[in-house]
């Protein structure tokens, strides 16, 4: 009998799917320092972001068959090496692509219509400031006719392009690998529509967009520096939720001081689990701890795909 350690946590769906398939799972936490003794005695580790899978972890385990990571980046994995050593690799890429789309999308709303800084303060001044909270806060803009800059135009990217499209949106979408993408939206009734977009050149977006988001894995350097930022428009908003360290915080920081930046949506942190306090506490930042992916749907599909692809394995 096949053991499996899901030691970040696997949803309901996705150890019912395996159990019935005969493997056993065990989902009690290890540590990580316990992991070299313990991992042994599995053919399968199952890890999100908090356990980290290096390469002398994986040269100690010799009877480990398949390392599987619940959602899309592989940073906390030394995925070659484990090739090397025929450890087979799985993310899902598909799994929590919606879910995270639509936090990108709820951040650039918010920030939009001030609604994360109406709900900091309607609480503790809305019955005596009523007045001038909403003075303040109906200077907002509608997203409809503005421009999405997409960076990373892969199912993330194409999801959240599909939601802006359906806002009236234009989108202008970066990527170095993918020239363009036709998306779909499958309505009710069994009706369906789908345009197909062409990426653009990282300058061009920069020029154009109003929001641009960020859907693309680590990087050694910031994605969107000091220098990217003066090539955008006076009052952008930028939205990350891929990973902390794609936008430089420092360079975000002082484009917000200036006003080059109107505003920023960050699910995603340099120092997780601990961000900085002038992002978490600046008024025209709209913060969330890391949940794109975590929602019950998104989970529910990442347990399935993970069961599918280790039953295929040793089914084969």
Request: proline share 4%.
């Amino acid at each position: 009998m096949k053991r499996i350690l899901a030691n970040d946590g696997l949803h309901p769906a996705g150890i019912a799917k395996l159990e019935a398939a005969g493997f056993t799972v065990d989902t009690n936490k290890i540590a990580q320092d316990d992991l070299p003794e313990q991992l042994t005695n599995y053919d399968v580790v199952l890890v999100r972001s908090a356990t980290k899978i290096r390469q002398p972890l994986i040269d100690g385990c010799p009877n480990l068959k398949i390392i599987g990571r619940g959602g899309v980046g592989l940073d906390n994995i030394d995925v070659d090496h484990a090739k090397s050593k025929g450890v087979e690799v799985y993310n899902t890429p598909a799994a929590s692509s919606r879910s995270v789309a639509e936090l990108a999308m709820g951040h650039a709303l918010n920030l939009s219509r001030f609604l994360h800084l109406s709900n900091r303060e309607m609480p503790t001044q809305g019955n005596t400031e009523f007045k001038v909270l909403k003075k303040n806060y109906s200077a907002g803009i509608e997203l409809k006719g503005k421009t999405l800059g997409v960076i990373g135009f892969g199912r993330i990217g194409q999801q959240t392009a599909l939601m802006a499209l359906g806002m009236g949106m234009k989108i202008l979408p970066t990527d170095p690998y993918v020239e363009e993408a036709t998306i779909a939206l499958d309505l009710e009734h069994g009706a369906a529509l789908s345009a197909t977009v062409k990426t653009v050149s990282m300058e061009a977006m920069l020029a154009e967009a109003d929001v641009i988001t960020l859907h693309v894995p680590s990087s050694d350097k910031p994605v969107l520096g000091a220098g990217e930022m003066t090539k955008m428009k006076d009052g952008v908003i930028l939205i990350n939720a891929s990973r902390g360290g794609t936008i430089d915080e420092d360079a975000l920081l002082a484009a917000l001081e200036s006003g080059k930046v109107g505003g920023a949506g960050l699910d995603v942190f340099v120092g997780e689990p601990a961000p900085r306090d002038e992002l978490i506490n600046h008024p025209r930042i709209s913060v969330s701890p890391h949940i794109g992916a975590a929602t019950g749907q998104a989970q529910a599909n990442i347990g399935i795909e993970l069961a599918d692809k280790i039953i295929a394995y040793f089914a084969d």
